[in-house]
């Protein structure tokens, strides 16, 4: 922990392969890691850490501010802003351009909602390219990465972000495209890159969008 106002908690980690001492802010998550070699002595790597408060707190500065999405709030969703609000039914649903949430614990249940609209928004972008492409993939799964919006793997494995789906549609038809287009083309060469404008010719403003918006997506959490 960096004393101060505000403090700032710091992750220290040691590895055996780094060669000198590095401090990151995560674009997508805030979280300040400290890295030090395996031998050298955590005072020193605490003095360095005061050293570089300046600049530390100016990074932190210039993160996006998290987005809470709760009752009374908006949920960006599909590039739109859904207002959320309680409802007196049993089920979560969207109606009328509104979330409306059963009484209970409303961050879990906005996470489901988002979730699930996310794999349906997605299979069906995945089942449309990989239609084209003539590769039918494997498997879909959805997680939460921070490197990454999308993989494939050599067997014919989809992973996407769920995160894209508060995403514009182009952004996340974009990343579907990118992925599938992988079935084909195991790499990212101009051979990759025809498949992708072939099956997504406006890729080009979608991948610009991720760059200049995605860290924002990582930002957003549910709460109460």
């Known amino acids: 922990m960096l004393k101060g106002n505000p403090p700032i908690a710091v992750t220290l980690r040691r590895s055996a392969r780094a060669r000198r001492l590095t401090l990151r802010v995560g674009q997508a998550d805030g979280r300040v890691t400290l890295t030090l070699p395996h031998r ?9 850490l005061v050293s570089r408060e300046g600049w530390l707190r100016a990074r932190v500065g210039e993160l996006a ?7 009374g709030g908006v949920l960006p969703l599909e590039g739109q802003e859904v207002p959320v609000r309680r409802g007196e039914g049993h089920r979560t649903m969207l109606r009328e351009g509104v979330l409306w949430l059963p009484p209970g614990p409303a961050a879990p249940r906005i996470a489901a909602f988002v979730k699930l609209r996310a794999r349906d928004r997605l299979a069906a972008a995945a089942d449309r390219h990989a239609a084209a492409l003539g590769r039918p993939y494997r498997r879909l799964t959805l997680r939460d990465t921070r490197s990454r919006w999308g993989s494939c793997t050599i067997a014919g494995d989809l992973m996407f972000n769920w ?5 514009p549609p182009e952004v996340l038809d974009y990343v579907a495209a990118h992925e599938v287009a992988h079935l084909a083309e195991m790499n990212h060469g101009p051979a990759f890159w025809a498949l992708v404008a072939r099956l997504f010719p406006d890729h ?4 610009a969008w991720l760059k200049a918006e995605g860290a924002a997506l990582h930002r957003i959490r549910f709460g109460d």
């Open 40 to 48: 050298l002595p955590e005072r020193e790597a605490l003095a360095f």
């Open 204 to 207: 080009a403003q979608a991948r």
């Open 65 to 71: 501010p998290e987005h809470l999405v709760r009752p």
């Open 163 to 167: 995160r894209l789906v508060m995403a």
